[in-house]
């Protein structure tokens, strides 16, 4: 079950969440099974939470660690039993700090936390996603496009993408469009970017992150999780810690659990 936070209305989301009762607002004709109710036994997939109101927050939460809820002008307390995955754009972390985000719910849903590195550093990643979207777009517009030249793909990989998938995305589907004789061609002006120099920076970002994981690990005599571990001090989950080791090249023989 699939809910975006950021396309539904205020006054509505607490509706289309735990539900309603008929008339407990105005226009509220018939009872309304929420999408928590809905996804009883399964899961429910929550866009963009760092949009919901702090009131809601804490109505998320209760749900969230008791199961529990009850219906907008409802009386009657309900149980589910719902697997909860959250996705946010947005630093939750840096929301918490300022009041924005309650501290308890960003901690009772962090528990397998997942990062997902901007496309500008999944440069092997560009040449799969172009052609997944190419596909998708000629597909959708009934077009053959067999061929992707190179020079387009350089172009592409070297480019920063401060927009992300989504301007990719974009991007691609305005080639389809203007795109004839089966060969993808560009008709966006992407290398005013100067990919050499954002090349750079982010090689030099890495080796900074690099060199203080090290700094972190050898304080810690490599050991990785557990409350004296380097992912504490790094406020990072353990797991998401070994794949930025790995990610880095960061080796020793012997890690500590």
Excluded at 19 to 31: D, I, L, N, P, V
Excluded at 76 to 96: E, G, P, Q, S, Y
Excluded at 220 to 247: C, F, Y
Aim: include cysteine; aromatic fraction near 6%; charge should be neutral.
């Amino acid at each position: 079950m699939k809910v975006n936070c950021t396309a539904l209305p205020i006054n509505l989301i607490e509706s289309e969440l735990f539900g309603h009762e008929k008339g407990s607002f105005t226009g509220a004709t018939g009872r309304r099974i929420g999408r928590f109710e809905l996804a009883d036994g399964g899961t429910i997939f929550l866009d963009e939470i760092g949009e919901l109101s702090l009131d809601l927050q804490v109505k998320l939460l209760r749900i969230v660690q008791e199961g529990e809820f009850e219906r907008l002008g409802g009386s009657t307390t309900l149980f589910v039993n719902v697997r909860v995955i959250a996705a946010t754009h947005r630093d939750l972390k840096m929301m918490v700090k300022n009041g924005d985000f309650r501290e308890d719910l960003f901690y009772r849903l962090n528990v397998f936390p997942m990062t997902l590195p901007p496309l500008r550093e999944r440069g092997k990643d560009i040449s799969i996603i172009v052609q997944t979207f190419v596909d998708k777009f000629a597909k959708k517009m009934g077009k053959q496009l067999d061929s992707i030249p190179q020079k387009v793909m350089d172009e592409l990989s070297d480019y920063a993408w401060p927009g992300n998938v989504r301007e990719l995305e974009n991007v691609i589907e305005r080639a389809v469009i203007l795109s004839n004789s089966g060969v993808l061609m560009l008709h966006d002006r992407l290398a005013n970017t100067n990919p050499k120099a954002v090349d750079e920076n982010l090689k030099s970002h890495a080796n900074m992150e690099k060199e203080h994981i090290t700094r972190v690990l050898e304080h810690t005599d490599w050991r990785v999780s557990g409350e004296q571990g380097a992912a504490t001090i790094l406020e990072m989950h353990p797991n998401t810690l070994r794949s930025r080791m790995s990610k880095l090249g960061i080796k020793r023989s012997n890690l500590s659990a």
